[in-house]
Antibody, heavy 119, light 111 residues
Framework: EVQLVQSGAEVKKPGESLKISCKGS????????IGWVRQMPGKGLEWMGI????????RYSPSFQGQVTISADRSISTAYLQWSSLKASDTAMYYC????????????WGQGTLVTVSS | QSVLTQSPSVSGAPGQRVTISCTGS?????????VHWYQQLPGTAPKLLIY???NRPSGVPARFSGSKSGTSASLAITGLQAEDEADYYC???????????FGGGTKLTVL
């Protein structure tokens, strides 16, 4: 059974750094793209970026380029989303997703990680 | 402002048929990229509902169907049930942005 299991909820202060994770299981981690989707409170879904763990090819939405960093550790089948300096506007639910190819659909979703940034 | 445009809300009585539209442009749906649909029940992660314009993943009832024409796509739900009350999102790929794009979402209310 394919599963994407995300790390737990985080509460941070503005200016702090953060790295959240998404562990894949039940499939070949290096053969599928792993992406991240943001959902701000009461709002819709926004694609942030995606990585192909097989060769670390990483692509970002223009809206998120330079704001976050996506990475993956093939040895532990885990993808990451990180911020170097959080803002209050980063408060949102973040979902990791899997895709079998560029331009394909997101067939599996993680349970979500709620990030709250508040002073 | 989302790249794909959806009506914010739609409603219907149990047993009725509703449709949700998704309008794009020549750089996404009109360029031939497939449209996919997701259902997000309250308080849960989104779930793939329709892929490749009209295909249903295993376990999705036949009451849900999708279609695509030109720069638009539609999701139809027949025999509306109370448990269909959710947010629905369309998704495609955009060649100008070189990335995945979503619609703004449509909230379905079952009266």
């Amino acid at each position: 059974e394919v599963q994407l299991v995300q790390s737990g909820a985080e509460v941070k202060k503005p200016g702090e750094s953060l790295k959240i994770s998404c562990k894949g299981s039940g499939y070949s981690f290096t053969s599928y793209w792993i992406g991240w989707v943001r959902q701000m409170p009461g709002k819709g879904l926004e694609w942030m970026g995606i990585i192909y763990p097989g060769d670390s090819d990483t692509r970002y939405s223009p809206s998120f380029q330079g704001q976050v960093t996506i990475s993956a550790d093939r040895s532990i089948s885990t993808a990451y989303l990180q911020w170097s300096s959080l803002k209050a506007s980063d408060t949102a639910m973040y979902y990791c997703v899997s895709a079998w190819a560029v331009a394909s659909y997101f067939d599996y979703w993680g349970q979500g990680t709620l990030v709250t940034v508040s002073s | 402002q989302s790249v794909l445009t959806q009506s914010p809300s739609v409603s219907g009585a149990p047993g009725q048929r509703v449709t949700i539209s998704c309008t794009g442009s020549s750089s996404n749906i009109g360029a031939g990229y497939d449209v996919h649909w997701y259902q997000q029940l309250p308080g849960t992660a989104p779930k793939l509902l329709i892929y490749g314009n009209s295909n249903r993943p295993s376990g999705v009832p036949a009451r849900f169907s999708g279609s695509k024409s030109g720069t638009s796509a539609s999701l139809a739900i027949t025999g509306l049930q109370a448990e269909d009350e959710a947010d629905y999102y369309c998704q495609s790929y955009d060649s100008s942005l070189s990335g995945w794009v979503f619609g703004g979402g449509t909230k379905l209310t079952v009266l």
